[in-house]
Nanobody
Framework: QVQLVESGGGLVQAGGSLRLSCAAS????????MGWFRQAPGKEREFVAA????????DYAVSVKGRFTVSRDNAKNTVYLQMNSLKPEDTAVYYC????????????????WGQGTQVTVSS
């Protein structure tokens, strides 16, 4: 089992920044690729970003590329999502997820999920 706890969400004005953190416990964190997903009210969950087990590879949704950066610190069992130039359409609950070895953009391929953290961007 892997337990994931997100933090760092909040209310921010458009153009502002937030950094989300996801702390992992349980199994060996460095064995897991990590993903960030989000779900806005009335919408389906969507992929945001992913990072490989060693941080050597990353992937982003087109809508966030160039504004968001995913990173990880395996010594701290934590993955981060730095979000800059936030827009009202970024408003959602953000979830981190873990899967063994290879990163993926499909949420159904992730085995473990956090409880989510709310991000609200005001215009």
């Amino acid at each position: 089992q892997v337990q994931l706890v997100e933090s760092g969400g909040g209310l921010v004005q458009a153009g502002g920044s937030l950094r989300l953190s996801c702390a992992a416990s349980g199994r060996t964190f460095s064995n897991y690729a990590m993903g960030w997903f989000r779900q806005a009210p009335g919408k389906e969950r969507e992929f945001v970003a992913a990072i490989s087990w060693n941080g050597g590879n990353t992937d982003y949704a087109v809508s966030v590329k160039g504004r968001f950066t995913v990173s990880r610190d395996n010594a701290k069992n934590t993955v981060y999502l730095q979000m800059n130039s936030l827009k009202p359409e970024d408003t959602a609950v953000y979830y981190c997820a873990a899967r063994l070895f290879a990163m993926a953009t499909r949420g159904g391929l992730y085995e473990y999920w956090g409880q989510g953290t709310q991000v609200t961007v005001s215009s």
